[in-house]
């Protein structure tokens, strides 16, 4: 018997209709799809500032660094590398 709460107020979803549940199954998968795609526009925001300081490299002196010179990160003070 899982309860949930709801503007302060206890439900027993056992106690629920049918077209209770799946309103809240509903509700359940949307509060989920937005966790993960807040999730992958974080990840997103991340690779636009990736991109934006290799843009930024490449202007200014000519060239992006390469993968064996590793990308620096602000913040973090070590060279990132991925081994394959």
């Given at each position: 018997m899982p309860i949930i709460k709801i503007d302060g107020k206890?439900?027993?979803t056992d106690d629920l209709s049918e077209e209770t549940k799946a309103q809240l199954g509903s509700l359940q998968f949307v509060q989920s799809e937005l966790a993960r795609l807040q999730a992958q526009a974080a990840a997103?925001?991340?690779a636009q500032i990736?991109?934006?300081k290799a843009l930024k490299e490449t202007l200014e002196t000519g060239k992006a660094p390469t993968e064996e010179e590793g990308?620096?990160?602000e913040g973090l003070?070590?060279?990132i590398e991925f081994d394959e």
């Open positions: 206890d439900y027993d997103l925001q991340t990736a991109y934006g990308a620096e990160i003070g070590e060279t």
